[in-house]
């Protein structure tokens, strides 16, 4: 059984960076994608990076190149490091690995416990 937990959320002035970390435990399918999602104080869920198996990235639209999603297969890590983050981007941050990661869907799958993102103005 897969298990994920997060790390690395905290609290930063808009124009920082922070490098989220996401441990996979588990056999992986091979079915799976790779991702991160964030959920906000109105609990909207909004995707934010995927990544699939040949390694190839995708992101949300507010991105706009601030983000890059990584992975250590060898380690089985997730990573998402964020650049010049806006307020806009605090939220409670979550790793997810599971085959909807695949179809931008978020959320119902296998996730982690979520680490929080705070971007203080």
């Known amino acids: 059984k897969l298990k994920l937990v997060e790390s690395g959320g905290g609290s930063v002035q808009a124009g920082g960076s922070l490098k989220l970390s996401c441990d996979v435990s588990?056999?992986?399918?091979?079915?799976?994608?790779m991702g991160w999602f964030r959920q906000g104080p109105d609990e909207v869920r909004e995707g934010v990076a995927r990544?699939?198996?040949?390694?190839?990235?995708g992101y949300g639209t507010f991105v706009k190149g601030r983000f890059t999603i990584s992975k250590d297969t060898a380690t089985n890590t997730l990573y998402l490091q964020m650049t010049n983050l806006k307020p806009d981007d605090s939220a409670m941050y979550y790793c997810?690995?599971?085959?909807?990661?695949?179809?931008?869907?978020w959320g119902d799958g296998v996730r982690g416990p979520g680490t929080q993102v705070t971007v203080f103005s």
């Open positions: 997810a690995v599971d085959f909807m990661v695949c179809q931008w869907l």
């Open positions: 588990g056999t992986i399918p091979s079915s799976a994608c």
């Open positions: 990544i699939e198996r040949s390694g190839i990235g």
